[in-house]
């Protein structure tokens, strides 16, 4: 008895020490070496591998900002600045913040200011409709409201008003990740700085028309005429190809701008109402 | 009879306009001609804002390989040089002319005897037709000179001309194989000469029977044209089923018919070719069919390149009261129009006018997997499962199933008992596919 207990001792033993020695050897032979900081940034990570940043999920993410060794040009929209203040110094590099950044629908081509002129009945996708045809309104950079926007959307930040056929952007939901501006055909969305407030001010049309020609199609086009350029006193406005754009790391938010324009085509997000003039007194002279 | 094999559908015929002689319209008033009025690059402006033109005189250059000139339809003064919407609501640049008479250029020959002798060589041919801006008049308007033009390596043993017109309603390559058969015979042998082809094969489709047994008279005063009858059938005068049927040759996938040796080309363009050859006459006018259940008088014109919609629907008796659509073409592959102002361009080969009855699209229900849109296809696809993977953006499924051979014809969304759109969305996928397929090539 003894002896058939020490000998299956030995032998499985034995058995056991090779099999350990080639795995030993076979581990260390295929072994990855990762740079332990990857786990300690995808740590801080949301974790719900959303693709916002562009790569296949959160790991993947923390892989490309440990290689680069910074987050220049990487940027998690569900993290936002205070996910880049707890990566920073993983990193051992200083917290850079980035502007809070929101998209921004540049059209104002509603039913009520861009009518109507023919029925579209066809397949319920932007994409179609584009290759299709100008669009209903006759405006060819306008938006179709058949909401591609709303569709790429994972956040659910995005919808198509009903009234005026043209899509909204939650402030609280938009996490600026993009996607809506690569769904839309016709580069119609944009990301904007979010600024304080969620204050904006934006050029809303992208049509390059002549003046006269956009303004057929809709009421509230932009035409050209430069009034806006010449009252900026920022220098903040460009106007080219018969279109006026604004760029935002200049706008002060004077919204100077905004009154300017004859056609209303300049758009403020979140101001409150202006105060009307005070009534010049006329002016009693006592005699 | 001959026909192709696989697919195909039997949609309504409704050849109104085909016991109306062609028309021949009176001078417009003005007209609006657009520089690119063919497939491919555009043409270059060679005349200005104020400048003097007459009927015939060349306005746009053809710059690039895949391009043609555009000349004049009118004599008179250039209004301006502007935009104008075309049939898809997006603007091209065009040329408006105010019509002062009717004064041709010298050179063009105004007789109406018919020339038989083909005096030029084969080069010489395919210069004068580039010269003339001839293009498919079929309504895909890819410059003719350009297939004429063999690739190295390769070699044409037929030229087959299409006088099918399956298309419902349209009738206008009937009728100018009626009045201008002679013409077009001597056409269709210029064409023979400049592809370098002994054999001509002329398909055209049984519901025309006086068409086929006239050219068939005629052709035998030509050497080596054929006319052959062909069972109705939609889309029989789709280029690869028309292949298919009179030679039995199968075009492969993403290649041309050079590819099995031959060269398809239209009837119409055929007459314009021998115009341009024996009369030195380029092209600025065509016929255009202009009909509808609702048309007082479905007629066929012919029309002067830059005339709009609007005036050929009042000649043909006015737009009807009910009117749905408008649309450029046949039924199956037009255009509807989202505006009457857009001018007749070389590629306008009808005007149909739909009631509100006739338009109103079917409700769209769910896919039954009834397996019809596979029956009729004729290039052999699976319309239902390549319309589903293109809704859902799938474009990697809609490549290797084939989606670029689509050739739009609309059977199976003709077809199709759940109503759904099927053309629509092989349209975005042919679309998104054909995007990616250009960005590989170019990265």
Redo the contacts between chains.
């Keep these: 008895m003894n002896q058939v207990l020490i000998y299956s001792i030995i032998a499985l033993g034995s058995i056991g020490a090779v099999s350990a020695i080639i795995l030993y050897f076979v581990a260390q032979k295929f072994k990855v070496i990762e740079d332990p900081k990857i786990d300690e940034v995808a740590d801080k990570l949301p974790g719900a591998n959303c693709g916002g940043c562009g790569f296949a999920g959160c790991r993947n993410f923390a892989e490309a900002i440990v290689k680069a060794g910074n987050m220049d040009n990487l940027n998690c929209p569900v993290g936002g600045n205070s996910l880049i203040k707890e990566v920073a110094p993983i990193l051992g590099i200083v917290a850079v913040e980035k502007d809070p950044q929101i998209a921004v629908v540049r059209c104002s081509g509603s039913k009520a200011n861009a009518p109507q002129?023919?029925e579209y009945?066809?397949?319920s996708?932007c994409?179609?409709a584009h290759?299709?045809?100008?669009?209903e309104s006759?405006c060819?950079h306008g938006c179709l409201g058949l909401g591609d926007c709303v569709v790429s959307c994972k956040f659910d930040a995005i919808y198509i008003d009903e009234i005026t056929g043209l899509p909204v952007v939650s402030n609280e939901k938009c996490v600026a990740c993009g996607a809506c501006v690569k769904a839309c055909p016709r580069t119609i969305i944009e990301i904007r700085n979010k600024n304080k407030k969620d204050r904006r001010i934006f050029v809303s049309c992208i049509n390059q028309?002549k003046g006269a020609?956009a303004k057929k199609n809709c009421e509230v086009a932009c035409i050209g005429c430069g009034k806006c350029v010449k009252v900026c006193s920022f220098e903040a406005i460009i106007l080219k190809n018969n279109l006026a754009y604004i760029d935002y790391t200049k706008c002060t938010l004077c919204r100077k701008c905004v009154e300017e324009c004859p056609t209303h085509a300049i758009n403020e997000l979140n101001f409150p109402p202006r105060k009307p003039k005070a009534e010049k007194t006329e002016s009693v002279i006592a005699e | 009879m001959k026909t192709f094999k696989i697919g195909g559908v039997h949609p309504e015929e409704n050849k109104l306009a085909s016991n109306s002689a062609i028309e021949v319209l009176p001078i417009p008033q003005k007209v609006c001609i657009p520089i690119t009025q063919h497939l491919g690059a555009p043409s270059t402006l060679v005349v200005e804002k104020g400048g003097i033109v007459k009927v015939g005189q060349l306005l746009a250059k053809a710059d690039a390989f895949i391009c043609a000139n555009v000349h004049s339809s009118v004599s008179g003064k250039i209004l301006k040089i502007d935009?104008v919407?075309d049939t898809?609501?997006?603007?091209k640049t065009s040329i408006f002319i105010d019509v002062e008479g009717d004064e041709w250029e010298e050179s063009i020959d105004k007789s109406q005897n018919i020339v038989k002798e083909i005096k030029l060589s084969k080069e010489e041919i395919i210069a004068k037709i580039k010269d003339m801006g001839i293009v498919g008049l079929g309504g895909a308007t890819f410059p003719t000179h350009v297939k004429l033009m063999v690739p190295q390596g390769k070699k044409a043993d037929v030229l087959i001309i299409n006088g099918v017109e399956c298309e419902p309603y349209l009738t206008s390559d009937h009728r100018v194989m009626l009045e201008k058969a002679e013409e077009m015979l001597v056409g269709v042998s210029i064409l023979m000469k400049g592809l370098g082809v002994e054999k001509a094969m002329i398909g055209i489709e049984n519901n025309k029977t006086d068409a086929i047994s006239h050219l068939h008279n005629i052709a035998s005063g030509f050497k080596g044209i054929e006319v052959h009858a062909l069972k109705v059938k939609y889309p029989q005068g789709a280029e690869k089923q028309l292949i298919k049927a009179l030679i039995h040759r199968e075009v492969p996938a993403g290649k041309l018919p050079i590819e099995v040796g031959c060269v398809v080309s239209n009837a119409g363009t055929a007459f314009a070719v021998y115009e341009a050859i024996q009369k030195n006459k380029p092209l600025f006018e065509r016929v255009v069919t202009v009909t509808g259940k609702s048309v007082k008088k479905p007629s066929n014109f012919m029309v002067r390149m830059g005339v709009t919609v609007n005036e050929l629907i009042e000649k043909a008796g006015g737009l009807p009261e009910d009117t749905g659509k408008v649309i450029s073409g046949g039924p199956m592959m037009g255009k509807s129009l989202?505006?009457l102002e857009v001018p007749v361009v070389k590629g306008t080969s009808g005007i149909l006018i739909m009631t509100q009855k006739e338009s109103k699209?079917v409700e769209i229900q769910n896919c039954i997997r009834c397996g019809k849109c596979i029956t009729v296809c004729p290039m052999g696809l699976e319309p239902y499962l390549l319309a589903q993977v293109a809704?859902n953006a799938n474009f990697e499924t809609a490549e290797n199933e084939r989606v670029m051979d689509c050739i739009e014809c609309g059977s199976c969304h003709y077809t199709c008992p759940s109503g759904r759109?099927l053309l629509?969305?092989l349209?975005?996928g042919k679309?998104?596919v054909g995007q990616i397929i250009r960005n590989r090539a170019n990265n």
């Design positions: 002129k023919a009945d066809s397949a996708t994409v179609f290759s299709l045809f100008a669009g006759g060819p028309e020609v | 935009t919407t898809s609501g997006y603007r989202n505006s699209r809704e759109p629509d969305y349209r975005v679309n998104k």
